[in-house]
T-cell receptor
């Protein structure tokens, strides 16, 4: 399977704990995006990488959120001190200059 | 004003009819427009993209773009029950890093 993969698929954590999600993009794509989606809403942009450079981060994103893409390959999204409002589906997508974005299956986070 | 606006629906059409899904956007400099299909509990799937004014056809799907009116639409001919899903409009914004903004999505129900 050469699509976008995300791990874990589901994560349940207690409020205040840190969580980290991983995304492996389509190998030939140099762009990688993270989104958050809640029920009944479209995906909300979080951050964007071109190769290893993080070029844009949503102004709405709390400092508790951080993302990395070492060596321009896979990416991780970390949420520190989780809150119940962080419960959502976290989507990763990859693309190139000429393509649309191709989404992974997502990681569903539940904060109790 | 939201950056990308869609009617959340549901839009109900009988099987075999044409479904028409509409989207407006606020960034006049936007250059790229995408339609995604999202089944309940799944991640978005890219079905069409369009860059130039006019129509673009792919099988039963036709995307229409009118940049002067800042309007993009998706037509689905010969609608099938399997087309029942939420359809997300996405716009790649103008500016250096080309963030993609999604609408809320329109829920389509195809009635057998």
């Amino acid at each position: 399977d050469t699509g976008v993969s995300q791990n874990p698929r589901h994560k349940i954590t207690k409020r205040g704990q840190n969580v980290t999600f991983r995304c492996d993009p389509i190998s030939e794509h140099n762009r990688l995006y993270w989104y958050r989606q809640t029920l009944g809403q479209g995906p909300e942009f979080l951050t964007y990488f071109q190769n290893e450079a993080q070029l844009e981060k949503s102004r709405l994103l709390s400092d508790r959120f951080s993302a990395e893409r070492p060596k321009g390959s896979f990416s991780t999204l970390e949420i520190q001190r989780t809150e119940q409002g962080d419960s959502a589906m976290y989507l990763c997508a990859s693309g190139s200059e000429i393509s649309g974005q191709y989404f992974g299956p997502g990681t569903r986070l539940t904060v109790t | 004003q939201k950056e990308v606006e869609q009617n959340s629906g549901p839009l109900s059409v009988p099987e075999g009819a044409i479904a028409s899904l509409n989207c407006t956007y606020s960034d006049r400099g936007s250059q790229s427009f995408f339609w995604y299909r999202q089944y309940s509990g799944k991640s978005p799937e890219l079905i069409m993209f369009i860059y130039s004014n006019g129509d673009k056809e792919d099988g039963r799907f036709t995307a229409q773009l009118n940049k002067a009116s800042q309007y993009v639409s998706l037509l689905i001919r010969d609608s099938q029950p399997s087309d029942s899903a939420t359809y997300l409009c996405a716009v790649k914004n103008s500016g250096g890093y080309q963030k993609v903004t999604f609408g809320i999505g329109t829920k389509l129900q195809v009635i057998p």
